[in-house]
């Protein structure tokens, strides 16, 4: 089997932030599982007994390659943290657990964080012993990167021009049919003015590929200055005015109309709101920085896996 591997685990994604070795100098770790199995009982089914050794197997199996890749980044990042002098507080952790109930709430637009976080440490196995362990991994990783993440000044001019400059509600269709996208828009020219947008919304609901599709290709806050919108699309929604369909526009998704409903102005942000942009920006490259170190520390590590339920799973689990 491949003796490195750039695998970025959950742990690390849930902060954006959303889970043998050798370092560099050339330390080595041994991962084994044949010592003899443990005949600890973990439950009873019917009365009869089940030992723990009943079920490992499957575990490994099942899960061994992620819980694996947690133990490799735990090692090396305590190899780096030791080398480093470095220390974590209870309010690192605090921090890190803050932050993580500020992302969930976010993206889940309610304020009811820490109940979600219930919902997802159940969902995604993240109980008494790996809870505490992603914690203190991700204060660990924050505290080796705070130095690498600043923004440049061009970065925190695109963040407020994103963030405060004009809003576009527009809807898209996207179809690998150039035929198609050429039929639609000449349907919805030929509508009465007053039914065009839903003519075009529609469409978009049955026909489109674009994953705006079930909102009827409703994009309700599009910035064009946000580069992950082709810049065929932005554009073409310099040149439009509310209520106009664009040309079929060639971008990667597939040949696309974009029908402009209306324009939000841009506006003049307050100090805090300056604030919390650049404060955000901070996090998301943070969290890039921190996800790009966990993937080079476990690169790095010589793993050498010698049970065979848990080889499997390190050659074949996703």
């Given at each position: 089997m491949p003796t490195r591997t750039t695998i970025c685990i959950f742990s690390v994604v849930l902060l954006a932030l959303l889970a043998g070795c050798t370092s560099s100098t050339g330390t080595h770790m041994r991962v084994s599982t044949q010592s003899k199995p443990d005949q600890h009982i973990i439950a009873l089914i019917n009365g009869s007994p089940i030992m723990q050794a009943q079920i490992a197997d499957d575990l490994k199996e099942q899960a061994g390659k992620a819980a694996l890749l947690d133990l490799i980044l735990d090692h090396q990042l305590e190899l780096e943290f030791r080398k480093l002098n470095l220390h974590i507080t209870p309010q690192d952790l605090d921090y890190e657990e803050s932050s993580f109930v500020r992302t969930i709430a976010d993206q889940s637009r309610q304020a009811q964080g820490y109940q979600l976080l219930d919902t997802l440490r159940s969902a995604k196995g993240?109980?008494?012993?790996?809870?505490?362990?992603?914690?203190?991994?991700?204060?660990?990783?924050?505290?080796?990167?705070?130095?690498?993440?600043?923004p440049t000044p061009s970065e925190t001019q695109l963040s407020e021009a994103i963030a405060f400059g004009p809003k576009h509600r527009v809807r898209i269709f996207v179809t690998e049919s150039r035929i198609d996208a050429s039929a639609l828009r000449n349907q919805v020219i030929n509508a009465p003015l007053e039914t065009q947008r839903w003519v075009f919304a529609d469409a978009c609901?049955?026909?489109?590929?674009?994953?705006?599709?079930?909102?009827?290709?409703?994009?309700?806050?599009?910035?064009?200055?946000?580069?992950?919108?082709?810049?065929?699309?932005?554009?073409?929604?310099?040149?439009?005015?509310?209520?106009?369909?664009?040309?079929?526009?060639?971008?990667?998704?597939?040949?696309?109309?974009?029908?402009?409903?209306?324009?939000?102005?841009?506006?003049?942000?307050?100090?805090?709101?300056l604030r919390f942009v650049h404060a955000q920006l901070r996090l998301r490259k943070q969290n890039a920085a921190m996800r790009k170190l966990a993937a080079e520390l476990i690169e790095q590590a010589d793993v050498i896996v010698m049970d065979r339920g848990l080889n499997w799973s390190w050659k074949n689990a996703s």
């Open positions: 993240l109980g008494p012993n790996r809870y505490p362990r992603l914690l203190r991994r991700n204060a660990i990783l924050r505290k080796l990167t705070k130095d690498t993440a600043q609901s049955t026909s489109s590929i674009h994953p705006s599709a079930p909102r009827g290709g409703l994009i309700t806050s599009l910035s064009i200055h946000n580069p992950s919108y082709p810049s065929a699309l932005s554009n073409a929604l310099e040149k439009l005015h509310p209520g106009e369909l664009s040309k079929i526009l060639a971008t990667d998704s597939g040949h696309t109309l974009i029908y402009l409903e209306s324009i939000t102005p841009a506006i003049h942000p307050t100090n805090e709101q």
